[in-house]
């Protein structure tokens, strides 16, 4: 019996491990998927309100003052996260995205749109330093960006998504 428990415990661990030593690559494109699935259900619920947006936060996060309805800082313990709401674009707005492709300079290392029901989002990443992604979500005339470790790659770009589809930005 304990040799079984044993057994068990070892492979719990090594599932667990498996986990953590993924390539940024796989979290990344386990990001994108996550990403992807997020855009095309139904927004999540808001949760906080700044000014007169109202937005979801995970509950760890935190946000930052001054922010503002079109300027929104959050952050979780070092890491920040910067939510940009343009007014003026609709949830099938490109400008975000052909602002980012306009220098031809910047190497993406993933560049995924999303279309569906008149919406139009993005998911970028790319790599600025050895282990650190700026990654990039946006839904129509929301977008937001942080500078990101390999490791959390793919529950950022999930939350993220989450948080720019909550914003109701229609007109």
């Known amino acids: 019996m304990p040799r079984k428990g044993f057994i068990i415990?070892?492979?719990?661990?090594?599932?667990?491990?498996?986990?953590?030593?993924?390539?940024?690559?796989?979290?990344?494109?386990?990001?994108?998927?996550?990403?992807?699935?997020?855009?095309?259900?139904?927004?999540?619920?808001?949760n906080e309100k700044v000014d007169n947006t109202e937005l979801y936060v995970p509950r760890s996060y935190t946000i930052e003052e001054p922010s503002d309805d079109q300027n929104i800082v959050i952050t979780k313990g070092s890491d920040s996260f910067v939510l940009f709401i343009n007014p003026?674009?609709?949830?099938?707005s490109t400008l975000f995205y052909d602002l980012q492709k306009a220098n031809p300079e910047q190497q993406w290392v993933a560049d995924k749109t999303f279309e569906q029901n008149g919406r139009f989002g993005f998911t970028t990443v790319r790599e600025i330093a050895d282990d650190r992604f700026e990654v990039v979500v946006s839904a129509g005339g929301v977008k937001m960006t942080t500078i990101s470790?390999?490791?959390?790659?793919?529950?950022?770009?999930?939350?993220?998504m989450k948080t720019v589809r909550s914003i109701d930005n229609s007109r």
Do not use: Q
């Open 149 to 160: 470790e390999g490791s959390k790659i793919d529950p950022n770009m999930e939350w993220m």
């Open 88 to 92: 003026n674009e609709a949830s099938d």
């Open 9 to 46: 415990l070892l492979i719990l661990l090594s599932a667990g491990l498996s986990g953590c030593l993924a390539s940024p690559e796989e979290k990344i494109a386990n990001g994108m998927s996550k990403a992807t699935a997020v855009f095309e259900n139904e927004p999540a619920e808001t």
